[in-house]
């Protein structure tokens, strides 16, 4: 009977303490590019968007957390098809363990998030879904939901401007090598090329339809390679750096979308009301070297102050993924800190 009480009470002293999953020895529970911080725990957490769509993420907290007190929160976007795994548990370790609560989560249709078929971009929902962050972290008793900001890593530097244009409660955005993908899914193409491949992806449909199910073509290998290819030209080398080698390889980050994904952002304008951001505050955060770096600059010049465009020496594009010597967390910080 004893032994009985005391297994109760291991188990009850286990549920009561312990939302978190464990410490940095298990990566907070998942295969995270990025070792967890003795200083900061994680927890596993589930909730819907609007439309009913499952999202799956993680909570970031300082270890020496006090629930009863407030704290400022982040949520931080992943690169466009990425995965919470891969940028985002690098810059939540590193602010979670500056006194933030910091939420990564997974777009629907990718990683663990809810949502079929698989690799369907949307940019109504991908926006969408980091107001249905905010909607979580504002019901978190130990957050100050008058200060809940986001940072925009790649594409979601694009959705995440785009959600702050629409939702008050973001009061402050940063993004890092941002990608305005409504842009992109149009950029290089002359008029005629345009609506050549709205043909090409209206045929598509009809195959797509008839075969049950989307096409998906990923653009990186099932498992990390040794070293990149060295026939590739420059950005594709550099996408296959990070996310098709060890340091950023992921098996739900295979990169792209379905192909016919592209026709939703090719009717699509994320940055149509950026201005409407103001007076909340921009931070633009991008490399010198980056090949994306017009996307931050033009979007700085269309956005009223306050605002700001931070280039980081000697970095590229995927530098603002995972390198902690060139993401310049201080700037982070006392952004976020004084602007919230």
């Not at 968007?49 to 993420?57: A, M, Q």
């Amino acid at each position: 009977m004893a032994k009985i009480f005391l297994v109760l009470l291991i188990i009850a002293a286990v549920v009561g303490a312990g939302w978190y999953f464990m410490s940095e020895r298990t990566n907070g529970g998942c295969a995270c590019i990025a070792p967890i911080s003795e200083n900061v725990s994680v927890k596993h957490i589930k909730y819907k968007n609007r439309y009913g769509l499952e999202i799956v993420g993680r909570l970031y907290t300082p270890r020496d957390l006090n629930k009863a007190e407030k704290y400022p929160a982040l949520i931080v976007g992943a690169p466009y098809g990425g995965v919470k795994e891969q940028a985002p548990c690098v810059y939540a370790n590193a602010l979670a363990s500056r006194g933030f609560v910091v939420l990564t989560f997974d777009q629907s249709f990718m990683g663990e998030s809810g949502g079929v078929p698989r690799n369907v971009s949307s940019p109504d929902i991908f926006v969408e879904n980091f107001s249905a962050a905010v909607d979580y972290l504002g019901t978190v008793p130990f957050v100050n939901r008058e200060k809940i900001g986001v940072i925009g890593v790649c594409g979601s530097g694009g959705f995440a401007l785009s959600a702050a244009q629409v939702d008050p409660r973001i009061r402050a955005v940063a993004t890092a090598s941002m990608y305005d993908m409504s842009v992109a899914a149009r950029m290089g193409m002359t008029a005629e090329q345009i609506a050549q491949e709205k043909e090409r992806l209206a045929a598509q449909r009809w195959v797509d339809f008839e075969n049950g199910k989307p096409e998906y073509i990923p653009s990186f290998p099932e498992k990390p390679l040794d070293a990149v290819p060295a026939d590739l030209t420059e950005p594709t080398a550099e996408w296959f750096r990070f996310y098709a080698t060890k340091r950023g390889f992921h098996p739900s980050a295979r990169g792209g979308f379905t192909t016919t994904s592209n026709m939703a952002m090719m009717n699509f304008d994320l940055l149509s009301h950026i201005d409407e951001i103001s007076p909340r505050p921009i931070l633009f955060i991008v490399g010198d070297r980056a090949h994306s770096k017009f996307f931050s600059e033009d979007a700085y010049k269309r956005a009223r102050a306050p605002k700001e465009l931070y280039v980081v020496q000697d970095a590229e594009h995927i530098d603002l993924y995972d390198r902690t010597d060139r993401i310049p967390f201080d700037k982070l910080e006392e952004f976020f800190k004084t602007q919230m």
